[in-house]
């Protein structure tokens, strides 16, 4: 995935990729083809990217345990400026890129985003009623035979307490 930018004059240029998932170096839970598009702005300079991909990957719902499909998007902006360092122990968080340098490879960063952007929540859809505590139905499938008449009784036994804390 290189961006070529020997020769640019002063301008904003859009560039997109695509491919299969493991050419960035990806791999399971994520498959089919990843895209990417690149927003390239050149100063006398500086490089200015910003970097939207996007990818299909697997996941088990952390409520149903069922294995959904869920397209991840990342988004990152990267600057890099064009000198020669001498010392590089210095401003460590810019990119800095020799003037002469001709292309840009970004395929380390899109795919380090995209692992990024995988929720820590991972849900197969906002509203997942998850399972049944007793017996274990996927209650998006719709309500089990349960018989939740025990958490009533717990209730009525808390209930019977505070009344005898009341009355003592
Ligand atoms: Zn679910
Ligand atoms: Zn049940």
């Given at each position: 995935?290189?961006?070529?930018?020997?020769?640019?004059?002063?301008?904003?240029?859009?560039?997109?990729?695509?491919?299969?998932?493991?050419?960035?170096?990806?791999?399971?839970?994520?498959?089919?083809?990843?895209?990417?598009?690149?927003?390239?702005?050149?100063?006398?300079?500086?490089?200015?990217?910003?970097?939207?991909?996007?990818?299909?990957?697997?996941?088990?719902?952390?409520r149903?345990?069922?294995?959904?499909?869920?397209?991840?998007?990342?988004?990152?902006k990267?600057?890099?400026?064009?000198?020669?360092?001498?010392?590089?122990?210095?401003?460590?968080?810019?990119?800095?890129?020799?003037?002469?340098?001709?292309?840009?490879?970004?395929?380390?960063?899109?795919?380090?985003?995209?692992?990024l952007?995988?929720?820590?929540?991972?849900?197969?859809?906002?509203?997942?009623?998850?399972?049944?505590?007793?017996?274990?139905?996927?209650?998006?499938?719709?309500?089990?035979?349960?018989?939740?008449?025990?958490?009533?009784?717990?209730?009525?036994?808390?209930?019977?307490?505070?009344?005898?804390?009341?009355?003592?």
């Amino acid at each position: 995935m290189k961006i070529r930018i020997s020769g640019l004059g002063n301008d904003t240029y859009i560039d997109n990729f695509d491919g299969d998932f493991k050419e960035i170096g990806l791999e399971d839970p994520f498959f089919g083809k990843y895209k990417t598009m690149v927003v390239l702005e050149k100063f006398d300079d500086q490089i200015i990217l910003e970097v939207s991909s996007d990818i299909i990957s697997r996941m088990i719902c952390d409520r149903c345990g069922m294995e959904f499909k869920k397209k991840i998007e990342s988004q990152y902006k990267m600057v890099y400026l064009l000198r020669n360092v001498k010392n590089s122990n210095e401003e460590l968080d810019f990119n800095y890129l020799a003037p002469n340098t001709n292309q840009i490879d970004i395929k380390n960063d899109v795919r380090d985003y995209l692992l990024l952007a995988i929720p820590m929540k991972k849900l197969c859809k906002d509203d997942c009623k998850g399972l049944c505590y007793k017996c274990g139905s996927n209650l998006n499938n719709g309500d089990c035979d349960c018989n939740f008449d025990e958490i009533d009784d717990r209730w009525k036994a808390l209930l019977d307490l505070k009344k005898n804390l009341n009355t003592n």
